[in-house]
């Protein structure tokens, strides 16, 4: 522990404590460790996937217009990143996106 540990403690942040892709690849349901559950789309993950390819370094500006990716786009892979991200294959076979716990939740949404 660092002396700034004790001067700016840092945020604990929720992470993914189980993930169920489903039957038909289309949408993963994510159970963090607040205990909310919530879900969210292939199509959505691969839309605002936050790879250097798919975003623009300096601008932040999207490569490709989101409504290109497919309805039916598909999740083929999960895949842990440390402690702190999810990466997936894509039935397109994009694979380069990190989505780090905070930018996942923010993309999923709770059941209604």
């Known amino acids: 522990m660092s002396i700034w540990d004790s001067v700016k403690p840092k945020k604990k942040t929720t992470s993914v404590t189980a993930v169920v892709l489903s039957r038909d690849q289309r949408e993963l349901a994510l159970t963090w460790s607040d205990g909310v559950s919530t879900k969210v789309a292939a199509r959505r993950l691969r839309q605002y996937c936050p790879c250097a390819g798919c975003v623009e370094e300096w601008s932040g ?35 380069t996106g990190i989505y780090q716990w905070e930018y996942l939740k923010d993309l999923s949404v709770a059941p209604g």
């Open 61 to 95: 500006k999207r490569t490709f217009e989101v409504e290109t990716i497919p309805e039916d786009m598909k999740v083929i892979e999960v895949h842990s990143v440390g402690n702190y991200a999810l990466s997936f294959t894509f039935g397109d076979l994009h694979t």
